[in-house]
């Protein structure tokens, strides 16, 4: 991304669209460079926010930002992360301690507090600050090369270059660039922030439950608070009814630990919905824009590590981007696969399923790398269809969608086809259409 001053009409060197840490940090970062910036966060800084769960790398960051004292009061004063609470491949609950982390306990915090906190503080950095105006989105730029950035509410500003912090998707940036984002599933979640003293105390730490479509979390927020996530496909959310309460409250009906636990709190305020899906720019920078943060890359909530990547991506932002994008992504996926693995109670559902890979109908774990590769390059395959959930654990729903556009082309046709989909490394790719060969869902021609 150019970061040099442009002539008017730009207001600002640099807009920043997404107030969350990875937009702070670039934006303070930028700022601390000489830049005129403006950071744009799309909703009030009441609204509610995912991502509570803060590990201890956290606090290294946002000192070498400058801004731990900000929030010093918010973070060391909220509930430790020390514990692990987890039903996850078998029914009871087991504890995994934290304390035994280099850099101590993390934190479960209120992020409206501290992100309202880092917003205040980024002001007083010099950062002109708006919120609440709606979306932002970067336009195509103009024959001066400015940028001009609108909100749906109607305010627009002219600016030299624009960094994405809008999480998931990108959005931001959609006019401006050329990549498009790689969701690599389907995945949602469903967020509750409770109150009250419950029937039986909450219990340190986070608690963690595998449910038939997907998993649970809560977490304490204070003595009387608590956070509750459920965490599913999309697709799948019409099974358990219309509306995002009446969703949460059916999959409550799976999940004893976690009704245990908010037992005699009530819920305070509506069902929020969010993305959660794992997934990438195949680019993170282009002319005149840059992403950082969940809107570069995205992953699990069960990695708890998405303030952790936002803090780094946001302090790197006059950084050259990483060429080893794909790489990274793929060591992520197979971290998830092995997490995952570790539940085995429903093989068939198809939110398990799509994150387990395993031989054709039956549970034996594969593994890309030790699959020996035996498909020619030029053998001709044929798509069949339809693509059954366990497809999805081996190529996105994109990739799969783009070899059913295909129908039949050479099989070096196929891989090319999935990296303009997903990009991701030849033998994981040819290992997939093998899969889907044994499976039935493709089938080479004679």
Known sequence: MSVGRVAAPAHFDAAVLGGGPAGIAAAVTLRRAGLRVTLLERAPLHTPRVGESLSPEVRPLL?????????RAFVEGAPEFTLVRSAWGAAELLERPSVLHPLGAGWHVDRVA???????????????????????????PDAARSIEVGARGGASLRVGSVVDATGRGATGTSAVRSVPWLAHDRQVALLGLFEGSGSTPAGPGLVLEAHPQGFWY???????????????????LPSLGQGPAVRFRRALGDASHTRARLAGRHLAGKVQGFRSESGRLPVA???????????????????????????TSGLAVLATPSAAAAEVFSDYLDQRTRVYWQEPRWPRSAFWARRRPCAPR???????????????????????????????AWLSPAALAALEALGEAAAQTCVRA???AAPMSARRVVVALQWLLAAGIMEERA
């Open 418 to 420: 999935v990296n303009e």
């Open 362 to 392: 039956t549970d034996e774990t594969l593994d890309w790398r030790s699959v020996a590769v035996e498909l020619p390059p030029d053998a001709v395959l044929r798509w069949r269809g339809p693509a059954e959930p366990a497809a999805e």
């Open 63 to 71: 000192e070498q930002l400058g801004a731990w004292d900000a929030v």
């Open 218 to 236: 809560t977490a304490p927020l204070s003595e009387d608070r608590l956070v509750a996530v459920f965490v599913t496909d999309a697709d799948l």
């Open 114 to 140: 501290v992100d309202s906190a880092l917003t205040a503080w980024c002001r007083d950095q010099g950062v002109e600050v708006r919120t609440g105006d709606g979306r932002w989105f970067a336009r195509s």
């Open 285 to 311: 920078a282009g002319p005149g824009w840059r992403a950082v943060g969940d809107a570069a890359m995205s992953t699990d909530p069960l990695g708890g590590m998405g303030v952790t990547r936002g803090l």
